[in-house]
């Protein structure tokens, strides 16, 4: 089921506030289980694809410009924490003043407190489809014809 914010929607556009409601949700388990912790800031990350089957209603292209978007709009903050050059894999995080709304609000503190560890792993194995490339994979070099 997707979910969002109606006042987030006002603000953010209702395809950013579904997409920012489910990050907020990922973010807050991952502080919850003290994962994914830099710079300051608790992250989630995810590859195309795999946000393609968080959102399977979204194209790739209309969540890439929601995240945008919402980066744009300061709701939230992308960098790339990936050990290898080659992997794009976006990592998100939100603002810190957002983070701050978020914080603040009753339905997260609730929502984050009321979720048993097996509700967060099912959760969690829902974005097990995201992960960095790993450092053991090999490059393969194709020679020209």
Request: hydrophobic share 30%.
């Amino acid at each position: 089921m997707l979910r969002f914010n109606p006042e987030h929607a006002k603000q953010y556009g209702l395809k950013e506030s579904i997409i920012l409601h489910k990050i907020v949700f990922y973010i807050l388990i991952n502080e919850k289980d003290e994962r994914n912790f830099r710079k300051g800031r608790y992250w989630t990350f995810n590859s195309r694809e795999g946000w393609g089957n968080i959102f399977p209603c979204f194209s790739y292209d209309q969540i890439w410009r929601s995240l945008k978007s919402l980066e744009k709009k300061g709701a939230l903050v992308s960098d790339s924490f990936n050990r290898r050059a080659y992997d794009k894999t976006r990592w998100y995080s939100l603002t810190d003043s957002f983070a701050k709304e978020v914080k603040g609000s009753e339905y997260w503190q609730k929502a984050i407190r009321n979720s048993t560890k097996a509700n967060r792993k099912t959760a969690i194995s829902n974005r097990k489809t995201a992960t960095p490339i790993p450092l053991d994979k090999e490059i393969i070099h194709i020679e020209p014809y």
